[in-house]
């Protein structure tokens, strides 16, 4: 069974520039979960779908940031513009819905640094 | 905040001993779950355990959970070079939401 994929692993970029993120969840994992998570922290939520509906982005700076799940598959999660305390992972997981409130498959995470 | 603590923050130990990192939280659970993140990767899930449960093993591994004093705790045998990573609790509150810790950074010295 393929993982969560994430691209691109690594990207820099100059302030007030944008930048996108893309997450291919587990094959029929109908949860999609982006993280945010600063060096030396736990994951933050920003966004959470369930298919291709929004359950949670209370948490998501929504003057800069951006998601999309438009076919309940794949995921988008864009910045711009983007300031320096950007500078961070960004994870995405997905959970499947059998068997209730169990744990998440991680991606290998996409780094931003924010010059 | 409904973030769960994790304490130590770092604990660097040799390879060969017993590495115990704990977890507090502060609301009811459903389940409680450790994960590991190796640098630079995503997350791993290790284990989880039921909030109706008060121990489990899986290998290496064994967890507690004492929902009465709100915490539980990660411990690991016989620790090896690749068990160098940080680890962070993460527990499913009773409204469905997935609260984190901050994580405990373990080194295992050769």
């Known amino acids: 069974e393929a993982g969560v994929a994430q691209s691109p692993r690594y990207k820099i970029i100059e302030k007030r520039q944008s930048v996108a993120f893309w997450c291919n969840p587990i094959s029929g994992h109908a949860t999609l979960y982006w993280y945010q998570q600063i060096l030396g922290q736990g994951p933050k939520l920003l966004i959470q779908?369930?298919?291709?509906?929004?359950?949670?982005d209370s948490q998501l700076p929504k003057d800069r940031f951006s998601a999309e799940r438009l076919k309940g598959v794949d995921s988008t999660l864009k910045i711009q513009p983007a300031k320096l305390e950007d500078s961070a992972v960004y994870l995405c997981a997905s959970r499947g819905l059998a068997g209730g409130l169990r744990e998440l498959f991680f991606g290998e995470g996409s780094r931003l640094t924010v010059l | 905040s409904q973030q769960g603590e994790e304490d130590p923050q770092a604990l660097s130990i040799q390879e060969g001993e017993n590495a115990t990192m704990n977890c507090s939280y502060k609301?009811?659970?459903?389940?409680l779950q450790w994960y590991r993140q190796n640098s630079g990767r995503g997350l791993v899930h290790l284990i989880l355990?039921?909030?109706n449960e008060r121990e489990k093993h899986s290998g290496r591994l064994r967890v507690t959970l004492d929902t009465s004093k709100k915490s539980s705790s990660l411990l690991i045998t016989a620790s090896r070079a690749a068990d160098t990573a940080s680890y962070f609790c993460?527990?499913?509150?009773?409204?469905?939401?997935?609260?984190w810790g901050a994580g405990t950074k373990l080194i295992i010295k050769p």
């Open positions: 993460a527990l499913w509150d009773s409204n469905y939401q997935l609260i």
């Open positions: 355990i039921r909030s």
């Open positions: 779908f369930q298919n291709n509906g929004v359950v949670d």
């Open positions: 609301t009811s659970i459903n389940n």
